[in-house]
């Protein structure tokens, strides 16, 4: 049996990313919480005892923790889209394949249609269906659809530039 994408992506990761997916995955984890818990409440009952001000070294701790686990899982994210990316342009490929043969298919179809039944009507539903179906200009459609609108701040420097007679 094959080995599936994600086994052989997974299998293929660099060392940082194995690094940056076993981090994200302890770090989502209920004992790194448990643990951190624990750690708090030790700060809290024993260092303010020891240190006036207990919570700045604690700060700058718990801020350094947070600015590399920042990283750790956008890496972590950033792998997997890449996988996701990779695994839907695969199910685009195959549907368009499958586009392709369907279409000869129901063509097939017509012309035994065609052979058996001698005064067959034309059906114009099948032609549409039998018509290439252009993935681009499907493309292009959800582009326009989906391009951002633009920024507010950037129609109102527009307008200013036109007032001001700098943009025609």
Same mark, same amino acid.
């Given at each position: 049996?094959?080995?599936?994408?994600?086994?052989?992506?997974?299998?293929?990761?660099?060392?940082?990313?194995?690094?940056?997916?076993?981090?994200?995955?302890?770090?989502?984890?209920? &004992?790194?919480?448990?643990?951190?818990?624990?750690?708090?409440?030790?700060?809290?009952?024993?260092?303010?005892?020891?240190?006036?001000?207990?919570?700045?070294?604690?700060?700058?701790?718990?801020?350094?923790?947070?600015?590399?686990?920042?990283?750790?899982?956008?890496?972590?994210?950033?792998?997997?889209?890449?996988?996701?990316?990779?695994? *839907?342009?695969?199910?685009?490929?195959?549907? *368009? &394949?499958? *586009?392709? *043969?369907?279409?000869?298919?129901?063509?097939?179809?017509?012309?035994?249609?065609?052979?058996?039944?001698?005064?067959?009507?034309?059906?114009?539903?099948?032609?549409?269906?039998?018509?290439?179906?252009?993935?681009?200009?499907?493309?292009?459609?959800?582009?326009?659809?989906?391009?951002?609108?633009?920024?507010? &701040?950037?129609?109102?420097?527009?307008?200013?530039?036109?007032?001001?007679?700098?943009?025609?």
């Amino acid at each position: 049996m094959p080995q599936s994408l994600e086994a052989k992506l997974q299998k293929n990761r660099k060392f940082t990313e194995r690094l940056a997916d076993d981090i994200s995955r302890t770090a989502g984890s209920v &004992i790194f919480f448990v643990l951190h818990v624990c750690f708090f409440v030790f700060w809290f009952l024993f260092m303010g005892k020891l240190d006036p001000f207990p919570f700045t070294f604690l700060t700058m701790l718990v801020s350094l923790e947070a600015i590399f686990l920042a990283i750790f899982v956008l890496m972590s994210q950033n792998r997997q889209a890449n996988v996701d990316s990779l695994r *839907e342009e695969i199910h685009l490929q195959i549907n *368009e &394949i499958a *586009e392709r *043969e369907i279409t000869k298919a129901l063509s097939l179809l017509r012309d035994i249609h065609h052979h058996t039944v001698k005064d067959s009507k034309p059906d114009p539903e099948l032609d549409h269906m039998l018509q290439s179906i252009d993935t681009g200009k499907i493309e292009r459609n959800l582009e326009k659809e989906l391009e951002p609108p633009p920024l507010v &701040i950037s129609d109102l420097l527009s307008r200013l530039e036109k007032s001001l007679g700098l943009k025609k």
